[in-house]
């Protein structure tokens, strides 16, 4: 079965910085990846999204996140974070062969140091 | 545009009472999804449904939760006999058709947070 693993639960970095949040899937034939971002108190917002084409993926608020088949990874990047960014991320999975069911990594919280 | 809308946003219960969740899709929606974040986890698909239909619940507990999107008003879940280990956050999401999320993705709600006392 599909699994998202994120392996940090909080990433603390400096105002203007840049920032990258892991997550890594298990194997599978083909997959879509997805971003999501969750502000305090708020819903989950979609961030960014790969389903074919370019590897690399651009989203709102400036992130981006590069598809890397060999490695199973799809790293979300920022070059320069602001503390409007700090919020909860999620990526989530998934299998092609499911139009609507989605596998969710444990979420990274990102702190925005002053 | 409304958005997606859940309700309440904070959800107390005592053990054995029922617990109702609700959430309005988003205008011109006629898809739901439930998903259950336990804490320290990521979301959990619950079930899906359309109007009236339960598509696929094979993410639901067999026992004590149920779900049901009426022709009219919202969609609700509803947790019977609640236990402790009930207490979560709950996110609905809706779209609008059956191209999923290649096409459309997912909008969610604030999501409802259960604590079970």
């Known amino acids: 079965a599909q699994s998202v693993t994120q392996l940090d639960s909080q990433v603390p970095v400096f105002e203007e910085a840049p920032v990258e949040l892991r997550c890594n899937y298990s194997?599978?034939?083909?997959?879509?990846l997805f971003w999501y971002v969750q502000y305090p108190n708020q819903g989950l917002q979609l961030l960014l999204k790969?389903?074919?084409?370019s590897t690399l993926v651009k989203g709102i608020n400036g992130f981006e996140a590069e598809f890397n088949k060999s490695q199973t990874s799809f790293h979300l990047r920022k070059p320069s974070v602001h503390i409007s960014d700090t919020a909860e991320y999620f990526c989530a999975v998934s299998d092609r062969s499911s139009n609507y069911q989605l596998i969710w990594g444990a979420g990274t919280k990102l702190i925005i140091k002053p | 545009n409304a958005g997606v809308m859940q309700n309440p946003r904070h959800l107390v219960r005592r053990r054995g009472q029922e617990a109702r969740l609700r959430c309005s899709p988003m205008?011109?929606?006629?898809?739901v999804y439930w998903y259950r974040q336990l804490p320290e986890e990521g979301l959990k698909f619950m079930v899906y449904?359309?109007?009236?239909?339960?598509?696929?619940e094979s993410g639901m507990p067999k026992e004590r939760f149920s779900a049901e999107f009426p022709k009219e008003g919202p969609s609700i879940l509803r947790i019977q006999q609640v236990v402790r280990g009930d207490s979560a956050a709950y996110f609905c999401?809706?779209?609008?058709?059956?191209?999923?999320?290649?096409?459309?993705?997912?909008?969610f709600g604030s999501g409802t947070r259960l604590t079970v006392v």
């Open positions: 205008k011109g929606h006629s898809h």
């Open positions: 999401a809706s779209s609008p058709g059956t191209g999923g999320l290649a096409n459309y993705g997912y909008t």
């Open positions: 194997s599978s034939v083909s997959v879509y």
């Open positions: 449904l359309q109007k009236e239909n339960i598509i696929d």
């Open positions: 790969y389903l074919s084409g």
